[in-house]
């Protein structure tokens, strides 16, 4: 909650009272009141529902229409992946008895086809199972990070292997890239000497620089009709930095120190 939510919260603010005030085509009583704002609020900040990308009367003549921050699609998955994350330590770490676990797993099992039928969408099923398997792949990597190697070998042959498969064989490239891309971004960010991670000696902007890009990408082509994308990529980059950099040390730092709060300490106490 510490590490999603309040981050969230303000970007969700931002997009409506400066990004959405700023470019909407809408009088200020209409925009304000639009079921539409109200909406893009409340779904957008609680993750329960399907995140609300629109407001009323913005970014609508952009290349890629009315959408205001589309990068809010992953958060509700990721709270999910938290949530699995937890009720799986306590199946498996828990002194549960055969019959609980069993259930447990019945009504997740129940849950997620209900989940499907009511989307209706068989991408619903892929989605999960790549969030599912990226996010458990990443536990794994971390709870044996003492017996797994990077090995410059190793990474230039799952490297060349996954290039080989989206040059010729795509229709397995979904199994091999699975198999592959954990490693080697792992191998990127700490081989040799963990050079790339120096971006983030002074803060952690990763969530902010990811939660901001897109309403600033929007905003910039909304103003620039014209602009190359090189170009939009650099303004785009300094821009969403800054806005990173003030999340990470106004927002993001101030709320995580909270876990040292000696109440949430007894409550992961209790809990473990």
Known sequence: ILRIFPGLI????????????????????????????????LKNVSLVWRPEYNLPG????????EVVNGSLWTLPWELRMYVLLGVSWMLFRRNFSFVIKTLI???????????????????FIVTLFRFTTFFFLGSFYYIFRDKIYMNHLAFVFMLFFLLFIIAFKSEFLYFVYVLTLPYIVLYIAYIPKGTVRKYNLLGDYSYGMYIYAFPVQQSIVHVYREIEVNNLISMSWIATLILAVLSWYFIEKPCLKLKDVSFIKRLSVKFS
Do not use: H, W
């Not at 913005?58 to 229409?65: G, I, K, L, Q, R």
């Open 10 to 41: 303000v970007a969700v603010l931002f997009c409506v009272f400066i990004v959405g005030v700023y470019f909407t085509d809408r009088a200020f009583s209409e925009y304000y009141f639009n079921q539409q704002t109200i909406l893009f609020i």
């Open 58 to 65: 913005v970014f609508e003549s952009n290349p890629y229409p």
């Open 105 to 123: 797993i019945v009504a997740l099992v129940v849950l997620l086809i209900i989940k499907s039928i009511n989307f209706i969408d068989p991408k």
